[in-house]
């Protein structure tokens, strides 16, 4: 039996080793018997990431309930990613990775001639675009190389998710969250690139464990992390920013206190801090994306303007690149629409209306998401159902809720299929919301 035990240790290390060992051996080819700099580049580049995912994954998976189980996930959605990262090259489906590339290395020469960037703003497509510019000082102009970081950026921020629902959920079903978090086709996808999409699912990820640490013990280290996080977002999509800090300031009024007679005073003006500090956020974001107001009539009108706009898009899921994938835009001043939002940012295109081998595949993987709901509907109406009495359950509806109104402004599904993998890992939180019949070793400290 001990010896049994030996040879899988052995096994494992062995595999481990494995990656860490072909990675050093490319490594030396290239240097040995190639004269391309960028392939150079791209291979210390992952050498370092292969290094540091061993690391940081034990590090991370050393306290879970099933700890070898999710370190090898991550190293397998890790390799999964990498090999996203030249699916989206082969296929074309970069966006506007090659932009975001050549204005990071003139950028990167300008600060490494301590030249700082001049601009009005440093928000959007700008702030990609320096931190583009910022690895290039590191590894030099390299735009494989930069899509392998953003791709462990886009991992990481997964990770934290799968951090913050064992943190908020001790009860939950661990071991399907964290395979569809970490093994979901989109999310490896889409997050695998050069681009704004894997820095989101970072900041969200790293807001989503600061509020869910913050809920159960509130310490300065959940502060940070929830201000990193909502900073980022803030930075790159300032939208996404406003409804997190809504759906915070909304999902805290179910927050129950401690008994005192100081209890009412203290919730009352923690709900005033965080309603100031949420409605901050929301000013700042409509400054950002260009609204006049946040009234409804306002907001109304600019996603009735976007709607025009991305009809006419040439976006991801059709022609060449940027295809005809626009569809009939939803009227959202009537129930009837904005019951059809919901299955339209989650589920569609469906199969019969995609024209194109990626649409269909996206279609395929949408049928099989909407399987996998009602499959596991307990679950998901039991967390639903439980969401006025459970703080980060309520976050998690809420922001759903108020990105799938926001992105009614969306009629390409192409941007769709892209962008919703921001909710995915909430959607996801639903279905395994109801801990599995199995009975864990011992409950997951995040």
């Given amino acids: 039996m001990s010896t049994l035990a030996i040879d899988r240790s052995q096994l494992r290390r062995l595999i481990v080793a494995i990656p860490l060992l072909a990675s050093v051996a490319w490594v030396a080819g290239i240097f040995v018997g190639g004269n391309d700099i960028a392939t150079m580049r791209m291979s210390v580049v992952l050498v370092v990431l292969v290094l540091l995912s061993i690391v940081i994954f034990r590090i991370a998976a050393r306290n879970d309930a099933d700890a070898d189980l999710l370190f090898w996930l991550l190293m397998a959605s890790f390799a999964l990613k990498i090999?996203?990262?030249?699916?989206?090259?082969?296929?074309?489906?970069?966006?506007?990775?090659?932009?975001?590339?050549?204005?990071?290395?003139?950028?990167?020469?300008?600060?490494?001639?301590?030249?700082?960037?001049?601009?009005?703003?440093?928000?959007?497509?700008?702030?990609?675009?320096?931190?583009?510019?910022?690895?290039?000082?590191?590894?030099?102009?390299?735009?494989?190389?930069?899509?392998?970081?953003?791709?462990?950026?886009?991992?990481?921020?997964?990770?934290?998710?799968?951090?913050?629902?064992?943190?908020?959920?001790?009860?939950?079903?661990?071991?399907?969250?964290?395979?569809?978090?970490?093994?979901?086709?989109?999310?490896?996808?889409?997050?695998?690139?050069?681009?704004?999409?894997?820095?989101?699912?970072?900041?969200?990820?790293?807001?989503?464990?600061?509020?869910?640490?913050?809920?159960?013990?509130?310490?300065?280290?959940?502060?940070?992390?929830?201000?990193?996080?909502?900073?980022?977002?803030?930075?790159?999509?300032?939208?996404?920013?406003?409804i997190f800090g809504v759906a915070l300031m909304m999902s805290l009024v179910v927050r129950p206190v401690r008994q005192g007679s100081l209890a009412p005073f203290v919730k009352v003006v923690g709900l005033i801090l965080v309603t100031v500090f949420a409605v901050g956020i929301a000013v700042v974001a409509s400054r950002v994306v260009g609204l006049e107001g946040l009234d409804a009539q306002e907001v109304q009108g600019f996603i009735s303007e976007r709607q025009g706009y991305t009809g006419q898009q040439r976006h991801i899921l059709g022609e060449g690149e940027h295809g005809g994938s626009a569809f009939t835009p939803?009227?959202?001043?009537?129930?009837?629409?904005?019951?059809?939002?919901?299955?339209?940012?989650?589920?569609?295109?469906?199969?019969?209306?995609?024209?194109?081998?990626?649409?269909?595949?996206?279609?395929?993987?949408?049928?099989?998401?909407?399987?996998?709901?009602?499959?596991?509907?307990?679950?998901?109406?039991?967390?639903?159902?439980?969401?006025?009495?459970?703080?980060?359950?309520?976050?998690?509806?809420?922001?759903?809720?108020?990105?799938?109104?926001?992105?009614?402004?969306?009629?390409?599904?192409?941007?769709?299929a892209r962008q919703r993998v921001q909710i995915f890992p909430y959607v996801f939180m639903w279905i395994a919301y109801l801990g599995s019949r199995t009975t864990w070793p011992k409950i997951s400290r995040a």
């Fill in 83 to 242: 090999f996203a990262v030249h699916f989206r090259f082969a296929t074309g489906l970069l966006a506007d990775a090659y932009v975001y590339s050549a204005a990071g290395e003139e950028m990167s020469y300008s600060l490494a001639a301590g030249e700082w960037p001049l601009t009005g703003r440093f928000t959007g497509s700008f702030a990609v675009r320096l931190l583009t510019a910022f690895a290039y000082l590191l590894t030099g102009p390299t735009l494989v190389g930069v899509s392998y970081i953003w791709a462990w950026l886009g991992l990481i921020g997964m990770l934290l998710f799968y951090k913050a629902f064992v943190t908020a959920f001790p009860q939950g079903n661990h071991r399907l969250y964290m395979i569809l978090v970490l093994l979901f086709p989109s999310l490896l996808l889409w997050t695998s690139s050069l681009g704004k999409d894997a820095v989101m699912m970072l900041a969200g990820g790293t807001a989503a464990y600061g509020v869910a640490r913050s809920l159960r013990r509130f310490d300065i280290g959940s502060v940070v992390g929830l201000l990193l996080g909502i900073g980022a977002m803030l930075a790159i999509r300032a939208h996404l920013a406003a």
């Fill in 330 to 416: 939803i009227d959202t001043t009537s129930p009837l629409g904005l019951a059809i939002l919901i299955p339209t940012v989650l589920f569609r295109p469906f199969p019969w209306e995609a024209h194109n081998m990626n649409a269909m595949v996206t279609a395929l993987e949408s049928l099989a998401l909407l399987s996998l709901i009602v499959y596991r509907r307990r679950s998901v109406i039991a967390a639903i159902s439980g969401s006025p009495r459970n703080s980060f359950l309520l976050l998690s509806v809420l922001y759903a809720l108020m990105f799938i109104y926001i992105f009614s402004a969306v009629t390409n599904f192409g941007i769709i």
